[in-house]
């Protein structure tokens, strides 16, 4: 349903302004949650205006824009969705569907059958990962289908217990996915234009992380969390560089690894927040233990880093949001609790911006001595698990099963 209240020419406007913002994959441009292209209002309205609202399909996936484009992946019955909209009034311009049953956990029967992981854009093409693990790549001007691989014939499973949630990560001319089921799975690179394996690291199981590359100690390295470990890759081979021991309440590893210089950042259900320096010494690789807070274990937040400091939210007291000297470890504040069973958060210059599964939008300074909210806008009547996505001067948000733009 679109809202038809702006003028064609406040469209064009808005259209034009929107085409400088890409946010093309998970946690936007740099992976990081982190952009400096949002442009935040001199002052924040008292409530933000609903430009446009479409019905776009269920699922947890974030919409990923380039130019005046967004993309989204979504579920329609026992069907995955892959759509385009036009940013300026949510005009569908393309859909492509295909079948995708999937049988759910009953322990996660609360977060519907997907999909979970949020598409790249990567040289004309948008790569998806169904909930099932089914890796497609798609022509971005048309939809049309460029490849597939659902890897049943490489391992018995195709997807964790809970389902695909990571998210796929293009770099150096590769795509990569952590695929595979519980106990046997690989870490896939894969040619973007024909989908041929490039490499595949098979030392675990797929968790629910979303990768990162980050050059250290003069390698470049593909970063996340398996089902058992947290791991570091080198991107030109998938050779194993170095791995920390890490383990969850059914292997629910989740967070995002956050690396700051030589630290990598990472956190679990019921563990304590945690920072190891990665160390390359006579052609070796090593972790040492830098500092652990265990007031602050993590769920499925995954947190991001500003000026010195890590800004999350911690699975304590039903959703605390807080801030750690990243040095030392050191909480610098928390709130008091049930902020909701899950944040998604962007650092948009320097304010944070959260979606929450109470359906709020909340917008706060990143400020290493206190959180002071600015506002708390109501954007949904459902959670939203989906991250807030800029684009001009105002916000993509994804909720259950609708996509809208909200303008400040």
Not at 84 to 103: K, N, S, V
Not at 287 to 297: K, Y
Not at 312 to 326: A, K, M, W, Y
Not at 354 to 362: D, M, N, P, R, Y
């Amino acid at each position: 349903m679109l809202n038809m209240s702006y003028p064609a020419a406040l469209l064009l406007l808005l259209a034009t302004s929107l085409a400088a913002q890409d946010w093309n994959q998970w946690r936007g441009p740099t992976r990081t949650g982190v952009t400096d292209a949002f442009k935040p209002p001199a002052a924040w309205p008292e409530r933000p205006t609903r430009v446009w609202v479409v019905q776009a399909g269920a699922g947890h996936s974030s919409p990923v824009v380039a130019g005046n484009k967004a993309y989204l992946h979504s579920r329609v019955g026992e069907q995955d969705v892959v759509a385009a909209f036009d940013l300026a009034d949510g005009t569908e311009l393309w859909r492509q569907t295909y079948d995708a049953p999937y049988q759910m956990n009953s322990a996660a029967r609360s977060h519907g059958k997907g999909p979970k992981s949020t598409p790249v854009l990567d040289s004309g093409r948008v790569f998806t990962f169904g909930i099932s693990g089914i890796l497609s790549a798609w022509d971005t001007a048309g939809g049309r289908l460029l490849w597939r691989k659902d890897f049943e014939k490489d391992f018995p499973a195709t997807a964790p217990e809970f389902g695909v949630a990571m998210s796929p990560i293009v770099a150096d001319g590769m795509v990569i996915v952590h695929a595979g089921g519980e106990g046997n799975g690989a870490i896939v690179a894969l040619d973007p234009a024909s989908g041929s394996v490039r490499w595949t690291w098979k030392g675990d199981g797929p968790a629910y992380s979303s990768p990162v590359v980050a050059a250290i100690g003069g390698s470049r390295q593909v970063i996340t969390q398996s089902q058992r470990r947290v791991v570091g890759l080198a991107l030109r081979d998938g050779g194993l560089l170095w791995d920390i021991p890490f383990t969850t309440a059914y292997d629910q590893n989740i967070v995002t690894p956050v690396v700051s210089n030589d630290l990598v950042i990472y956190s679990g259900i019921g563990k304590p927040l945690a920072a190891a320096r990665i160390v390359r010494q006579g052609g070796k690789w090593s972790t040492q233990p830098v500092w652990e807070n265990p007031e602050l274990p993590m769920y499925m937040s995954s947190p991001v880093l500003h000026r010195g400091y890590l800004y999350g939210l911690s699975q304590r007291n039903r959703g605390q949001f807080f801030c750690v000297d990243v040095k030392t470890g050191t909480t610098a504040w928390t709130t008091r609790g049930r902020e909701g069973e899950n944040a998604a958060l962007i650092l948009a210059g320097d304010h944070l911006m959260a979606t929450t599964t109470e359906g709020e939008l909340v917008v706060a300074k990143a400020d290493s001595k206190a959180f002071d909210p600015i506002r708390r806008y109501t954007v949904a009547e459902s959670p939203v698990w989906a991250h807030p996505v800029p684009a001009g001067a105002g916000v993509l948000i994804k909720d259950a099963d609708t996509l809208a733009y909200w303008r400040f």
